[in-house]
C-alpha cells in the first residue's frame, strides 16, 4: 500500500460508519449495507483523480454521492426489507408456528458497535427499528431524500446535487416522504427528534423485562407492556397481538431447555440475547436476538429475529457453559 492509498483509506475511515449507517438506513440490511460502503470505497479510490480535479464536493459529501448511488442502483434489484406485520395478520396463538419464510427480504436489527459513538445523537430514532422500518416503504428517490436532508443534514441545494437533480424536485420528494411516514410511524414517532442514548429508565424497564421473562412471570410482565404491544418473530411471517398472545404463543411454543437472557447492542434500544441450553446439550447455543421499543416506561413492541448466525456480528459468544451450580 503506497502512501496516497494510506492517506486516502484513513480519510474514509472517518466517515465510514456514518456511511455504513447511511447505507443501512437505505436498504435495511447491515449485511449489504457492509457491502455497499465496501463498493463505494473502492469506487471512490478508483474516481480520486477526477474528484481532485472538479474540486465541487467535500469529501464527505463526495462519498454520500457514491453510497447513495450504489444504494439506489441496489435498490432497483432488491424487494423491500419487511416486519412480519406487512406480510401477515396477526397470528392464532394457538396455532402452530409456520416455517421460516426465506423468499421474503427481512429487515435486519443494526449493531450499536457499528454505530459512530460521534453521531449517537443524531442517529437515535433514525436507527430504531420503528423508523428504519418505516421508511423501507417510501420509493427508494424519497428515502434518500429524506435520509440526506433529515438525517446526514445536507441541505435542499447540495441534497439535489447529489441526487443529480433540482432544488425544487428535493423539497417535492422531501414532503411526500415525511407525509408517507405519518402511515406508518408510531403516533410519537411521527415528528422525531434527535434524542440521547436509551434512557436509564429505558434500559430499568427492559431489564425488569427481562427478569420477568426468565422467571416466565407473566403478572410482573403486565405490569411492564402496554396492552397492545407487538411481538414479531422474522423470519417468520408471524407476530402476535398484545402480551396474552405472546403469553398462550410462548406457553404451546417455547423451545424445550434451559434459556439464558444476555444484554445486547443493537439500533440504539434495549436489546437482549436469548441462548438455548437444550435437553441433551452441554451448552448454551444462540437461539434469537431480541429488540425492544419503549415509549413512557412500558414495552411497547419486541422483534426477535430467531436467526442465530446474526449474533457473531453484534460481538456475541456462539456458546457457553451453564454457570456452576445451574444444572
Not at 477526477?50 to 462519498?63: D, K, P, T, V
Not at 450499536?112 to 422500518?133: C, G, N, Q, S, Y
Not at 417455547?254 to 440475547?273: C, D, K, S, T, W
Request: glycine residues 4%.
Amino acid at each position: 500500500m503506497d502512501a496516497d492509498e494510506i492517506t486516502f483509506s484513513a480519510l474514509f475511515e472517518r466517515h465510514r460508519r456514518e456511511l455504513q449507517a447511511h447505507c443501512y438506513r437505505m436498504v435495511g440490511s447491515f449485511e449489504d449495507a457492509e457491502d455497499l460502503v465496501q463498493d463505494t470505497f473502492v469506487r471512490a479510490w478508483r474516481g480520486r483523480a477526477g474528484f481532485r480535479r472538479e474540486g465541487r464536493w467535500s469529501f464527505r459529501a463526495w462519498l454520500y454521492r457514491i453510497a447513495t448511488n450504489r444504494c439506489l442502483t441496489h435498490l432497483t434489484r432488491r424487494t423491500p426489507r419487511l416486519l412480519p406485520a406487512d406480510v401477515a395478520r396477526a397470528a392464532d396463538p394457538e396455532a402452530e408456528v409456520p416455517s421460516v419464510v426465506s423468499d421474503i427480504a427481512w429487515l435486519d436489527p443494526y449493531p450499536d458497535r457499528l454505530v459512530d459513538p460521534h453521531e449517537v445523537a443524531v442517529a437515535r430514532e433514525t436507527l430504531e427499528i420503528a423508523f428504519v422500518a418505516a421508511i423501507q416503504h417510501l420509493p427508494p428517490r424519497q428515502r434518500a431524500a429524506l435520509i440526506l436532508r433529515d438525517v446526514a443534514g445536507f441541505s435542499a441545494r447540495d441534497t439535489a446535487r447529489l441526487l443529480g437533480t433540482s432544488v425544487p424536485a428535493v423539497n417535492s420528494a422531501l414532503q411526500r416522504a415525511r407525509s408517507g411516514l405519518r402511515d406508518r410511524l408510531p403516533s410519537r414517532r411521527v415528528e422525531w427528534t434527535r434524542a440521547e442514548d436509551p434512557t436509564l429508565e429505558e434500559h430499568e424497564v427492559a431489564r425488569c423485562y427481562v427478569e420477568a421473562l426468565e422467571r416466565r412471570d407473566f403478572a410482573a410482565l403486565a405490569a411492564l407492556v402496554r396492552a397492545d404491544a407487538r411481538f414479531s418473530f422474522p423470519p417468520r411471517a408471524v407476530w402476535y397481538d398484545g402480551l396474552d398472545a405472546f403469553r398462550r404463543a410462548s406457553d404451546k411454543h417455547a423451545a424445550p431447555g434451559e434459556h439464558r437472557l444476555v444484554p445486547a447492542a443493537a439500533n440504539l434500544q434495549p436489546a437482549f440475547a436469548i441462548y438455548l441450553q437444550a435437553p441433551g446439550k452441554r451448552r448454551y447455543h444462540p437461539l434469537a436476538l431480541a429488540v425492544l421499543r419503549v415509549e413512557q416506561a412500558r414495552v411497547v413492541e419486541v422483534v426477535h429475529w430467531d436467526r442465530p448466525e446474526l449474533f457473531e456480528a453484534f460481538g456475541l459468544p456462539m456458546s457457553f457453559p451453564p454457570s456452576r451450580g445451574s444444572n
